[in-house]
C-alpha cells in the first residue's frame, strides 16, 4: 500500500508538471491580476530592497514564508539524454508550478526564498548556456505575486565550487550580493555565502564575509525574537558530529566553530538546500533544515518546497511536494 501511495503521489506531481508544460505560461486563472513580468536585483548594500532595513523590525504577528532549493535548470540532462531544447525544459515546468503554488497561497507569504543553485552550469565553464538559463530563471520568478518578495541565495553552481571574484560578480550582477540581511515582520534573517565555507579559493571574500557575519550575529544576540539563518550547503545534513569528509555539508572542524558561534548569538533556525534530499537535525539548541530540490532529487523525495509559519516564539515547518502544496494555510 505505501508502494501504491508513492506511485500515486510521484504520479499527481508528473500529471501537474506535465499540464504546465502543456499551458506554457498560463499559470493563473483569467481572473487574477496582471503580475509583474520584470526581473529587478533586490540584494544591493547588504540588505533586501523590499525589506527597509529600519522599517520592519517590530513584530506584529504570525507571518508564513516558503522556501526552496535548487531549482537548478539544467540538472536533468546530467542524468539522462536530452536531445529537446530547451534542455531544462523539466527545471521549467517544476519551476513554474511552484510559483503557480506560492501565488494561490493564503495567507500571502512574506517571501519566497530560494537556497541556492538558482540555474546548473557554472558562469566560468558554460557562460552562454549559463545566461541562457538565468534568462528563463528571471522569466518565471517574475511571475511571483508582487505582495511576495523573492529572496535568491548563493548555491555552489551559482558562484562556483571554487569562487572567485569574478564569478562572485557575475552571480551579483544577476540576482544581487551573494549575502545580506533584513528584517521581515520583527524577525532578523541572515542570508550568507555558504560557498566560503567550504571553499577557500578566494581569501579575501573569505575574510571580508567573515567580518560581515560577526557584526549581524552580534546583532542577533541583543534580539528578543530568535534570528534565522538561509545558505544553500548545510553544516550537516543529518548529524552535526559526524566527521566524514562528505561534499555534502561543510567540513566539520568549520562546522563545529561556526554552530558554536550561531547558537552563542541565539538564531534558532538554518534553512539549507544542496542535499537534493530532505534532511536535517539538531545541535544544541540551533535546527538544519535541508529542503529537497524543486528540481532533479537524488533520493525518493517528490519535487517540491517547504512551508515556514513563524510565530514570536517558534517556527513550525512542513516539507509538501508540489501537487500537494495547500492554498490554504492555517497560522
Not at 505575486?145 to 562572485?168: F, L, M, Q, Y
Not at 544577476?174 to 545580506?180: E, L, R, V
Not at 557584526?215 to 548545510?234: K, N, Y
Not at 525518493?300 to 512542513?318: A, C, I, N, P, W
Request: aromatic share 12%; glycine share 6%.
Amino acid at each position: 500500500r505505501t508502494e501504491d501511495l508513492s506511485v500515486r503521489r510521484q504520479t499527481s506531481v508528473l500529471l501537474s508538471v506535465l499540464v504546465v508544460v502543456l499551458s506554457g505560461s498560463r499559470l493563473v486563472s483569467e481572473s487574477r491580476i496582471e503580475l509583474n513580468m520584470s526581473w529587478t536585483v533586490k540584494g544591493v548594500n547588504r540588505t533586501h530592497t523590499d525589506f527597509p532595513f529600519d522599517q520592519n523590525k517590530e513584530w506584529k504577528e504570525p507571518f508564513i514564508f516558503v522556501q526552496g532549493a535548487d531549482t537548478q535548470l539544467g540538472m536533468f540532462q546530467d542524468f539522462e539524454e536530452i536531445t529537446t531544447e530547451p534542455k531544462w525544459a523539466q527545471e521549467i515546468a517544476l519551476a513554474e508550478l511552484a510559483v503557480q503554488k506560492v501565488n494561490q497561497m493564503k495567507p500571502r507569504p512574506k517571501f519566497y526564498v530560494i537556497c541556492g543553485d538558482l540555474c546548473h552550469a557554472f558562469y566560468d565553464k558554460s557562460p552562454e548556456e549559463r545566461a541562457a538559463q538565468d534568462a528563463d530563471f528571471k522569466r518565471i520568478f517574475s511571475k511571483v505575486d508582487p505582495s511576495i518578495a523573492v529572496v535568491c541565495v548563493c548555491g555552489n553552481h551559482d558562484v562556483g565550487d571554487k569562487p572567485t571574484v569574478e564569478i562572485i560578480d557575475k552571480y551579483k550582477s544577476n540576482y544581487g550580493d551573494d549575502y545580506f540581511s533584513f528584517y521581515a515582520g520583527g524577525v532578523f534573517f541572515i542570508c550568507i555565502n555558504s560557498q566560503l565555507y567550504h571553499s577557500t579559493s578566494a581569501p579575501e571574500e573569505n575574510e571580508a564575509h567573515d567580518k560581515w557575519l560577526n557584526t549581524q550575529l552580534d546583532i542577533a544576540r541583543g534580539l528578543e525574537v530568535p534570528s534565522i539563518m538561509f545558505q544553500h550547503v548545510p553544516w550537516f545534513h543529518t548529524d552535526p558530529e559526524r566527521t566524514v569528509e562528505d561534499y555534502f555539508e561543510i567540513d566539520y572542524t568549520i562546522r563545529k566553530k561556526m554552530l558554536d558561534k550561531l547558537v552563542d548569538a541565539g538564531v534558532k533556525y538554518v534553512f539549507c538546500g544542496h542535499l537534493h534530499k530532505n534532511g536535517g537535525g539538531k545541535y544544541k539548541q540551533l535546527e538544519c533544515v535541508v529542503t529537497t530540490a524543486i528540481g532533479k532529487q537524488l533520493g525518493t523525495d517528490l519535487s517540491g518546497m517547504r512551508v515556514v509559519k513563524v510565530y514570536k516564539d517558534r517556527v513550525e515547518h512542513q516539507y509538501y511536494p508540489l501537487s500537494e502544496i495547500p492554498a490554504e494555510i492555517t497560522l
